[in-house]
């Protein structure tokens, strides 16, 4: 009951608010941006098509929601979306993506923190990573980097890879018997036989803890299981993901979760507490640098639908909430697919599109 | 309560839903 009445505040008092001033935020910067609403009726000026308000908030919804549940944010989903099914081919779009991607994981750092899948020991190094690595990032695209092609793929073949072994381990009857995932099937099993006719979910409110700090390596707890962690590994791959995915212009999430899934098999209600601070900070560096730091060397500033970028970010940090509300019902193996999923599709267009450009980019 | 069994299946119901709402801007917007 406790807890029903928690998730009732956190609606009324953190997330309807959050969503009405991102609205009217929306609707303040289209009239500031163009002096009128942009809408169904009429297109909105930089993206040259029109698209209703409500298909905006839904985007912002079903791209935040999907991706929180699996510790990333928005961005991977909804720039193919937007530049596929809604028509938005300017260059305007990566700025407006770049709000998007910023903002939403925030609705999800506020939901994981109440449910305390949250950890600053091991979030700590993997975000001085990230955000060294982002800033280095943009200069290796202009120099080392200046044709992206070649590195986009081999990043894509790996990411296909990292996509087809997180499927493979869904499907492994052998994974579902040990760790969190065999916990969570025996669990549920224990449940159905007393007559529970309510799903299953982990327990609320169980903690992500630090058991011990031995020198170097960190120990985290979950759930009756433990991860034992090297920190200089951890700030490594911060950097390294960081590097790649700002000298792509992309997000680090989908190159930082299937590391941590697939390589130290950390429970997807584990790495959310790394993946989304991370997230968010390699966002927040990667919009200062486009907005500050590439005008100075291309001379040009490209400035986001603002108005666009508002809304969709209205549903997305609303869609990343639910998820950490609900990311907890869903086996771990649902998880894995829907990770793998994504992870696959997204590498294996990065391969098609170094062969046959493809309509939209991602 | 009734729809509390859903829960595990959610992520994969908004997809569903993402596709059809897809399809419809496309029939009216394109």
Known sequence: MKRESSIKRELLVEQLPTFVVLMILGTAAAYGQHGFLPGGDVAFPLAQVRVPIWHLVWMGFWTGYTMAIVGEAAGIFALPYQMSVLQFTAASVTPTTQLLTFINPIGALFGFIRNKQSNWDFALWVCVGGAAGALIGPFIRLTVLSDPGPFKMAVGLALATAGVHLCWAAFRRANRSQGIEGKFAAEAKASRAQGVTQPFAIPAGIPIETVAKEGAYLVIGFWGERWRLHQPTLFLIGFGVAICASALGVGGGFLLVPIFAAVYALPMYVLVAASIPFVIILSAVAIFTYTFIVPLFSGSTLYAEFAWGLFASAGGVFGAWCAAKTQRFVPQHFLKLMLGGITGIAGVLYVVDFFHPLPFRI | ?30
Request: proline share 7%; glycine share 4%; net charge positive.
């Open chain 2, 1 to 30: 309560k009734r729809g509390l069994h859903l829960l595990p299946y959610l992520p994969f119901i908004v997809l569903a839903i993402a596709v059809v709402v897809a399809a419809y801007h496309i029939r009216v917007y394109w």
